[in-house]
């Protein structure tokens, strides 16, 4: 009436807000109820199908029994079905004791066409691609074309406050393309970690992409490798989960399955095909599989095949000179 708030207003398809402690659980003949506010129960059904759930059914097996606290949570009407959007706080150092497999190492392939590909070193058939190239590049140069759109502007506007406004917002593309890349890498490195977790890995391969000629291969010229990486092993600790790095040489040009390297193996970005056992298979899982079975551990450029090769040849030709 003060007219200091404005009331609140609601939608039919607006969720509504409800407080953890409210939601109390119980399980009754191997089905699932919550306990609402004013004596409300309400039966769960568990997946998009009305069946049990066996994952879903796991994780309200631990709400149950204390391992993961209910917090502040949200009820929608959708589709004719009342759901819940629950959200639980899971104990971190809890987590990091889920059974992992001795020896068991995940390989990420930083590709062009497939911004992360996974694989372990221990499966030939486990696997997981992360990502689209097409969709980061539809992105990405819908924001360049209106920042040179700017630039354009921005040369027919010599001074005064019509120049202060347009370099102002040739600021905010920039930082809307940071935020762009900052966020892609988040999702590439949340992927890769919960890949890591569901497979029970103790460790994660990538390899070290320090100098420009490996990096050119990957999706990462566009931008810094060193914030995925940051990201990767600040995820992966939370895990228990250990990052190591290797040297990038061949890894795409080797056969993963008998070990044979020689040039053109890869015959096109996708299809890998081994000219000396005729084992043939999608060229970045190949990659990932090597960078998984890898024991060629650096920790700085210098250290990598590619470096020394480009070494040779600088010291080559200031002799010939």
């Known amino acids: 009436l003060s007219g200091e ?69 949200s009820v929608e009407y959708r589709d004719k079905k009342l759901i819940l959007n629950l959200t639980l706080q899971i104990d971190t150092t809890a987590r990091q004791e889920q059974r992992k497999i001795e020896g068991r190492i995940v390989g990420v392939d930083l590709g062009l066409k497939v911004p992360a590909f996974c694989a372990l070193n221990d499966s030939d058939y486990i696997r997981q691609r992360t990502g689209d190239i097409e969709d980061f590049l539809k992105v990405r140069t819908q924001l360049q074309a209106r920042y040179k759109r700017l630039q354009r502007a921005l040369k027919s506007a010599k001074g005064g406050k019509g120049r202060e406004k347009k ?24 992927n890769i970690v919960h890949f890591a977790v569901l497979y029970g890995a103790e460790q994660i391969n990538l390899e070290l992409l320090q100098m420009a000629e490996t990096q050119n291969k990957s ?35 080797t056969c993963s399955k008998c070990g044979h390297y020689e040039a053109g193996q890869r015959e096109t970005q996708a ?44 010291e080559s030709d200031q002799v010939t000179v």
């Open 5 to 73: 708030r404005a009331l609140r207003t609601y939608k039919r398809n607006n969720p509504l807000q409800v407080r953890g402690r409210n939601l109390k659980f119980h399980k009754e003949d191997g089905s699932y109820y919550i306990k609402f506010v004013k004596g409300i129960t309400f039966k769960c059904l568990l997946g998009m199908k009305r069946q049990n759930n066996t994952e879903l059914a796991k994780t309200l097996d631990k709400v149950l029994d204390d391992t993961y606290k209910v917090c502040d949570s």
């Open 167 to 190: 370099l102002k917002a040739l600021e905010r593309f920039r930082e809307h393309e940071k935020n762009f890349a900052k966020t892609y890498n988040h999702y590439l490195s949340k």
């Open 219 to 253: 999706v990462l010229r566009n931008w810094s490798y060193y914030q995925l990486q940051q990201m990767i092993e600040y995820k992966a600790a939370k895990e228990g989960i250990e990052v190591k790095y290797i040297d990038p040489y061949h890894t795409s040009q």
């Open 271 to 314: 299809v890998f095909t081994c000219k000396s056992c005729g084992f043939t298979e999608n060229a970045d899982f190949n990659a990932a599989r090597n960078i998984a079975k890898s024991t060629a551990y650096i920790t700085d450029k210098r250290q990598s095949e590619y470096y020394k090769q480009r070494e040779k040849e600088s």
